[in-house]
């Protein structure tokens, strides 16, 4: 043992290592998180947590967001969508020119995983935070019927436009996943693009921001909301003054994601 941090919280459950398959046979690895005192012959609403960076994974590992929730009585599942590293080359290479594709399929797969098992009430959430966020809008605008509410968070809707006015990293971020600029490489921003299929949304989304975010531009949540007025889909947004793509000041961090879970209250009890 090298510290005793963690025994400062109260009733945190170790997850359960799962896999479920996907649309295509593909296993995805998942991370059950149960609330204390789980009955399995009890029915629990849950949620799927996609992670960020769209190459990265999600670790076994002290999440705290994903055992408040679980504290809350929400069955939680993080999932390790197709392009994640520490699978092999091939499966991270599954994301290339597919972003927001099979990776949200993924999401929704594990929505029906859920529903399959005993435990479930039937309500499904999704929520993410970066790429997370993406690959939540991505899920309910492509598997229109796979979720009962979301929450996108700091996510990019519309690569082509955000390659315009995102910093740097950002713009190479994109271009690496897409394989080019979009004057390269239309056809494959069109794959990713979830902003022309907003029009399918049935999911209630509750959609947040900062609005100095570069790295993932504040600009594509004001064309997301500005879209979602105009289809009459039923969603809340929220934005943050001076705050970046991570945010600087933990008491909006705490408001980001106390709306999060009152959102989920209406929604999935």
Do not use: C
């Amino acid at each position: 043992r090298m510290t005793h941090f963690s025994t400062s919280w109260q009733g945190l459950v170790e997850p359960e290592e799962i896999s479920y398959r996907s649309y295509d046979g593909l296993y995805i690895q998942g991370f059950l998180f149960h609330p204390p005192g789980f009955e399995p012959s009890k029915q629990y609403p849950t949620l799927v947590m996609v992670h960020g960076g769209g190459t990265n994974s999600y670790y076994k590992r002290l999440s705290l967001v994903e055992q408040y929730l679980a504290q809350q009585g929400y069955v939680v599942l993080a999932v390790n969508y197709r392009g994640g590293s520490g699978f092999g080359r091939s499966f991270q290479d599954l994301g290339t020119n597919d972003w927001g594709n099979g990776q949200a399929k993924d999401a929704a797969h594990a929505a029906t995983f859920i529903r399959q098992q005993s435990w479930s009430n039937g309500k499904v959430g999704i929520y993410g935070y970066s790429y997370g966020g993406i690959t939540s809008m991505a899920a309910i605008s492509r598997v229109p019927d796979a979720f009962d509410a979301a929450v996108p968070m700091a996510g990019i809707y519309d690569f082509s436009d955000a390659y315009t006015n995102a910093d740097r990293i950002g713009k190479i971020f994109i271009r690496t996943g897409h394989g080019g600029s979009p004057a390269e490489r239309k056809d494959v921003y069109a794959i990713s693009n979830a902003l022309s299929r907003v029009k399918d949304v049935k999911t209630p989304l509750l959609i947040m921001h900062g609005e100095v975010d570069v790295r993932a531009p504040f600009r594509q949540y004001e064309l997301a909301v500005e879209i979602l007025k105009k289809e009459g889909k039923t969603f809340k947004s929220h934005s943050y003054p001076n705050e970046p793509h991570g945010f600087r000041n933990p008491l909006n961090r705490v408001d980001m994601y106390s709306r999060l879970e009152a959102w989920f209250e209406q929604w999935l009890r």
